[in-house]
C-alpha cells in the first residue's frame, strides 16, 4: 500500500482485497485507472465500483495480469477509512470495567466517538493512520492508547475551549510518530535527550499533518517539564528513523486553499497549556505501565503514583485530582502517599529529604547527607540495607547505607492524613519494592459538567 499524488497505490490483490472487506467498500471502491491482462486488454475500466466477483476472477487469472490498482482518494473513502479506525478504537475502549483508560473515559456526559471522528475527519491524518494501522497492528495500538489516555485525561475536567477533546486525542496519536517502524516504543524511556529529539521531530511531522497549532506545540514542549528516571541508556543513535517518514507525508500536501486556512488558524494559548500537561501526564502513565509488572492492580499503583508525583510539583493538581477521584477506592491511600510528598518538599535543601520507608513511612531520612542542615538529627541514624527505587520512577533512586534522620519526621506523627485509618482493603502501594530498614526490617506497616459539542 502506497499513497501518491493520485491516490492509494496498491500492487498485491490480497491486501487490495483486504482493504476492501474490511473497510467495507461494497459500492464504493473504484480505480482511477484501467486495470488491463498482459496483452493490454481492459478488465476493469476507471470510475467502474468494484465488485466481489472482481477478485474471484482475478485470482484464477493469477500471474496473466498486472497488479496495479490506484485508488482515488474520494470523500467517500475517506470517510470509511475514518469510520474503520474509529471502530478500532473503540475496541480499545470496551477493556472491562476495571481498566484504567476504560474508567477514565466512563464519562456520561462525553462522546469519545465523536471527538475521534471529528479527529480523523482530517485526510492527511486518518491515511497516516491507516497505513500505520496496516504496516503494524501493535503499535497502532500503542499510538492510539496515547490519544485515548490523552483526551480521557482532559476529560476529567469541564474545560470551555473548542476542541480540546478531538485535540486531545492528536496530540497523544501524533507524540510517538517517529517511533514507527522500530520496536523502542515496546521499552521503558531512559534517556531524556532522546524523548525531546523525539517529540521535536513528532511536532514537525504533527505540522505537516495539518493539525491545531496547540497541537504540535505540546508536543514539541511536553518533555521539557518531563523527568526521566536514571536507568541505563538505551543506546538508540539519535537519527534512527522508521519507515513511516517524510516520504510518506510529501504525498498527502494540502491544498492552497486549505494552506491558508492553517496560516490563519491563531494558537489558542490556554488549550496550548492544557495539552502539554495532560500529555505530560500521558506519557509517565504509558511510561509506568511498562514497569509494573503486575498488570492486575496498574490502576492502583497508577493512583497513588500521580497522586505523590503531584504531590511533589511534578504534575498539576487540576488534571490530577480528578483522576484521584475517579477511583475512590483508593482515594485516601493517594492522599497519604500525596501527603508524603508535600512533607518531602519542605526540605530546606531539596531534593534530600526522602520518606522511608515508602509507602508506609515511619521516618524521614536526608539523602545527601547535608551536615550544616539545622533539622538533621543526630546520633539517630538510619540503616538502608537495600537500594530503593524513586516512588514513581521520577527523580533519583536511594542507595544502601547510612542515613542522618531529618526533623520533618515529626509531620509524620502528627499529620491527620497519614494516621488515617481504611477499612477497605487494597494493595499498598510499591508492595513489591522490598525495602527493609533496621528500624523496620519486615517493612510492615507502622500505622463534572458535561462538555461543549467538538467542531
Known amino acids: 500500500m ?3 499524488e493520485n491516490g492509494i497505490l496498491f500492487e498485491d490483490l490480497a491486501r487490495l482485497n483486504g482493504f476492501y472487506l474490511e473497510l467495507r467498500l461494497q459500492g464504493i471502491l473504484k480505480f482511477a485507472e484501467p486495470v488491463e491482462d498482459n496483452t493490454g486488454n481492459i478488465l476493469i475500466k476507471e470510475d467502474v465500483y468494484v465488485k466481489e466477483s472482481f477478485f474471484e476472477k482475478l485470482k484464477e487469472m493469477s500471474g496473466s ?18 469510520e474503520f479506525l474509529v471502530r478500532k478504537l473503540g475496541d480499545l475502549t470496551k477493556a472491562g470495567p476495571g481498566h484504567f483508560l476504560t474508567r477514565l473515559l466512563d464519562l456520561p456526559h462525553h462522546r469519545p466517538d465523536a471527538y475521534m471522528r471529528s479527529a480523523f475527519r482530517n485526510k492527511s491524518i486518518a491515511l497516516s493512520a491507516y497505513r500505520i494501522y496496516r504496516d503494524n497492528d501493535d503499535f497502532f495500538t500503542h499510538l492510539c492508547e496515547l490519544g485515548l489516555l490523552n483526551m480521557a485525561i482532559v476529560m476529567q475536567k469541564y474545560l470551555k475551549v473548542r476542541g480540546i477533546h478531538k485535540n486531545a486525542f492528536l496530540s497523544g496519536f501524533l507524540s510517538d510518530l517517529p517511533l514507527a517502524g522500530q520496536s523502542t516504543w515496546k521499552e521503558p524511556s531512559t534517556d531524556i535527550d532522546q524523548v525531546r529529539s523525539r517529540a521535536r521531530k513528532a511536532a514537525e511531522m504533527a505540522d505537516r499533518l495539518r493539525v491545531a497549532p ?19 541508556r538505551n543506546n538508540i543513535p539519535d537519527g534512527e528513523a522508521g519507515t513511516f517518514s517524510a516520504e510518506h507525508l510529501e504525498n498527502l500536501t494540502s491544498s492552497p486553499v486549505e494552506e491558508e486556512q492553517l496560516a490563519e488558524q491563531p494558537m489558542n494559548e490556554q488549550a496550548r497549556e492544557i495539552l502539554t500537561e495532560s500529555l505530560r501526564i500521558a506519557h509517565f502513565i504509558l511510561e509506568t505501565k511498562k514497569r509494573i509488572e503486575d498488570s492486575d492492580f496498574f490502576a492502583e499503583e497508577m493512583v497513588y503514583r500521580v497522586s505523590y508525583n503531584a504531590g511533589k510539583g511534578v504534575f498539576h493538581d487540576d488534571l490530577i485530582q480528578p483522576i484521584v477521584r475517579k477511583f475512590q477506592e483508593f482515594e485516601l491511600e493517594a492522599r497519604k502517599m500525596r501527603r508524603l ?16 520507608p515508602k509507602p508506609r513511612a515511619a521516618q524521614i531520612l536526608c539523602q545527601n547527607h547535608v551536615q550544616s542542615c539545622p533539622k538533621m538529627v543526630r546520633g ?12 514513581g520512577w521520577l527523580g533519583t533512586d536511594l542507595a544502601a547505607g547510612e542515613y542522618s534522620k531529618c526533623e520533618l519526621e515529626e509531620l509524620l506523627q502528627k499529620d ?29 506497616e507502622t500505622t463534572p459538567p458535561p462538555s461543549e459539542p467538538e467542531a
Do not use: M
Not at 381 to 391: E, G, K, N
Not at 418 to 428: E, H, P, V
Open 65 to 82: 495480469y498486472r497488479a496495479h490498482f490506484l485508488v482515488p482518494l474520494t470523500d467517500e473513502l475517506i470517510t470509511k477509512i475514518s
Open 380 to 391: 539517630w541514624d538510619i540503616h538502608v540495607i537495600s537500594p530503593q527505587q524513586a516512588f
Open 341 to 356: 510528598a508535600e512533607i518531602e518538599n519542605k526540605c530546606i535543601h531539596p531534593p534530600s529529604a526522602w520518606a522511608y
Open 214 to 232: 496547540e497541537v504540535s506545540a505540546s508536543i514539541a514542549e511536553f518533555p521539557q517539564g518531563f523527568p526521566i528516571p536514571d536507568f541505563p
Open 416 to 444: 491527620p492524613i497519614l494516621n488515617a485509618s481504611d477499612d477497605k482493603k487494597s494493595r499498598r502501594p510499591g508492595s513489591s519494592n522490598g525495602a527493609k530498614s533496621a528500624e523496620n526490617p519486615d517493612n510492615q
Open 2 to 4: 502506497k499513497v501518491t
